[in-house]
């Protein structure tokens, strides 16, 4: 009669891989070894991300550099036609969202789901009203003429003297805060699709990595418009 007999590196694998797959957590995706390995692996891929918006933005600040190296007191008559109280009531909303944005994470990490459903409600509305602001400036660009390019009639009826080729000036202006608003509005889907996995149960106080990327991103959003603002609004 033949007797199975089981050598001992067979009986050793049986309970690893038992234990490994009692202990693997659901959100845990099946090429990562742990929890941190995929948290870390997550970070570095959305600071590479991040990287490529910075390049993206970086050419764009670099074109006002140049241009405004050449059209020096174009630029500063021209930034006068510009809202400061708009764009420094959008900054200070975009604050408020990234603080929002900040403590919801920081509620998911402590277990509470509910406080965390409320600040990433408050940091779509606070999104939603800067848009609305920047559709306010927008529309009354668009009403003066104040545009890129060949489109620009602007016939002096605000009193302000823009000096020569300020068109230059207003393509830059609409290319900088197009650019942002489309950021605006993508950053806002990506918070909408965390507040709904939040409502399902998605997250918790072991897993909020999405939620945390979502952050990162937001804040990015926030940091340039600081820069858009202050160039624009500010130095002109």
């Not at 970070?43 to 970086?58: N, S």
């Not at 400061?84 to 509470?112: C, E, H, K, W, Y």
């Not at 009826?157 to 000096?163: D, L, M």
Request: proline letters at 4%; one cysteine or more; charged letters at 10%.
């Amino acid at each position: 009669m033949n007797t199975a007999v089981n050598s001992p590196a067979q009986e050793s694998v049986a309970p690893a891989s038992v234990h490994h797959s009692h202990h693997h957590p659901p959100y845990l995706a099946h090429h990562f070894a742990e929890p941190e390995q995929q948290l870390e692996a997550a970070k570095m891929g959305m600071w590479i991300f991040l990287l490529t918006e910075i390049l993206l933005f970086g050419g764009i600040f670099c074109a006002y550099v140049i241009y405004r190296g050449l059209n020096l007191e174009m630029f500063h008559s021209a930034h006068k036609l510009l809202s400061v109280p708009l764009g420094a009531t959008n900054t200070f909303i975009l604050m408020a969202s990234t603080i929002a944005m900040t403590f919801a994470i920081r509620a998911m990490q402590l277990g509470n789901r509910q406080q965390t459903v409320m600040l990433l409600i408050f940091t779509l509305v606070c999104a939603a009203v800067f848009l609305g602001i920047k559709y306010v400036e927008y529309s009354h660009k668009f009403h003066l003429g104040l545009l890129p390019g060949i489109y620009y009639t602007y016939d002096g009826s605000e009193g302000a003297i823009v000096g020569k080729n300020p068109h230059i000036f207003f393509g830059i202006y609409f290319a900088m805060t197009g650019v942002h608003a489309l950021h605006v509005i993508a950053g806002m889907a990506v918070i909408a699709w965390m507040l709904v996995r939040t409502v399902k149960g998605d997250f918790s106080a072991e897993y909020y990595t999405p939620l945390e990327m979502s952050g990162l991103y937001w804040h990015l959003v926030d940091i340039i418009w600081i820069f858009v603002f202050t160039l624009l609004y500010l130095i002109g």
